[in-house]
Nanobody, 126 residues
Framework: QLHASGGGSVQAGDSLRLSCVAS???????TGWFRQAPGKEREFVGF????????YYADSVKGRFTISRDNAKHTVYLQMNSLNTEDTAVYSC??????????????????????WGQGTQVTVSS
């Protein structure tokens, strides 16, 4: 199971940190973050490899969002800085087991993952 938390309501320019905790049979897993705004399709935000060495971000969040992980705590974080109203969405994490490679181009695709967590709402007001 994956459990995402940390969402909330903030002002533009504020920061939030989301957490995605994995429980159960996870090993060497890639974690991705996605978001979906009302009336819009789900959007890729970023992913991080098992080692943490490979991180990739959507252009819309690059330079503002940072993904990190603490494997000892089975937790992946999404640090979101300089939030703006366009970041308002439900944020969800996803994971795929047994990916030791640092090269996985499908990591930007929701359906590539095999575990999906429930979303956490992030609302940014101006």
């Amino acid at each position: 199971q994956l459990h995402a938390s940390g969402g909330g309501s903030v002002q533009a320019g504020d920061s939030l940190r989301l957490s995605c905790v994995a429980s159960g049979m996870f090993s060497s897993y890639v974690t991705g973050w996605f978001r979906q705004a009302p009336g819009k399709e789900r959007e890729f935000v970023g992913f991080i490899s098992w080692s943490g060495l490979k991180r990739y971000y959507a252009d819309s969040v690059k330079g503002r969002f940072t993904i990190s992980r603490d494997n000892a705590k089975h937790t992946v974080y999404l640090q979101m800085n300089s939030l703006n109203t366009e970041d308002t969405a439900v944020y969800s994490c996803a994971a795929k087991n047994d990916v030791r490679s640092e090269d996985f181009p499908d990591g930007r695709t929701w359906s590539w993952y095999t575990y999906w967590g429930q979303g956490t709402q992030v609302t940014v007001s101006s």
